[in-house]
């Protein structure tokens, strides 16, 4: 067993492998699991500065299409959701999910309630390329905010722009 989990270890160090791990975490940290792929981010820009941006935009990107199968997944539940949800907060919730329609996505990047706020959009059919857009842009906008706060809190080697 623990031969096995130092493989696993191995295979995800981010050194040999930064940026498909930045996107399989981003992307699996997306969905309604808890995890979060801020430190991925951050651990491997810290080891390497000049993937700064890639590492950004592999984030953005695996984290954007764990929230368009968060989108997925809540367009399949609606009926199920249906049945179950009509408390008070629930109706107001939706009212406002509705009135904001795709914009409400730019949230998608919000902890504890982004991931299902992505389902929520797609549970209400809410448009799913609007909806995909403003999640990108949510999320491409935390991981250059946290990670250059990272970095600039943990400083060292700066990231380039360029």
Known sequence: MEAWIQHLLTVLALPEYGLS??????????????????????????LNPELFWPAVLVATAGNT???????????GA????????????????????????PKACLLAWLP???????AVAGWLKLPFWPCLGYMAIGKLARYVVMTSSLIWVFPGRLPTLG
């Open 65 to 75: 299409l764990g929230g368009a199968v968060s989108w997925w997944m809540g367009w």
């Open 112 to 118: 504890a309630v982004g991931d299902p706020l992505c």
């Open 21 to 46: 791990t930045v996107f399989v975490i981003s992307f699996i940290s997306a969905t309604l699991l808890p995890l979060g792929s801020e430190p991925a981010v951050f651990g491997l820009v810290k």
């Open 78 to 101: 609606h009926e199920a959701v249906e049945k179950y949800c009509h408390s008070v907060t629930h109706v107001k919730a939706l009212e406002w999910l509705e009135k904001l329609g």
